[in-house]
């Protein structure tokens, strides 16, 4: 209520959506301080509205205090981030018991590591 920042409260929040189709399908966002991971587990997957809900691959990374519009991915030029991020996320959604979307197969489809 002071408006100070409290250093002992984490700023983390998970976000985990693992159904479709809707209009944005299957992702799961992982914010840790100022840095956001979205993770797209069947990018071309088809929404309610015939589109694909994002044909920029499996990742997202934002710096939301430099782009809080979210519009310069740094998925590609911060990739230890992103592993770490994917890492933390991957442990917080096995500790929630989470359920994940599955493929046209059927199998399950867990968040992945870039390059594992």
């Known amino acids: 209520l002071t408006g100070e920042g409290d250093e002992a409260r984490k700023e983390q929040f998970l976000m985990h959506y693992p159904h479709g189709p809707h209009r944005s399908n299957y992702f799961t966002v992982w914010r840790d301080g100022d840095y956001k991971v979205i993770y797209h587990a069947l990018p071309e997957t088809k929404t309610t509205g015939n589109r694909v809900q994002f044909s920029g691959g499996n990742y997202e990374v934002y710096h939301l205090a430099n782009d809080p519009f979210e519009e310069r991915n740094l998925a590609a030029v911060k990739s230890t981030l992103l592993k770490k991020m994917m890492a933390d996320m991957i442990q917080e959604l096995e500790k929630c018991g989470a359920n994940y979307p ?15």
């Open 102 to 116: 599955v493929d046209e197969s059927g199998k399950e489809v867990k968040p992945r590591i870039p390059g594992k």
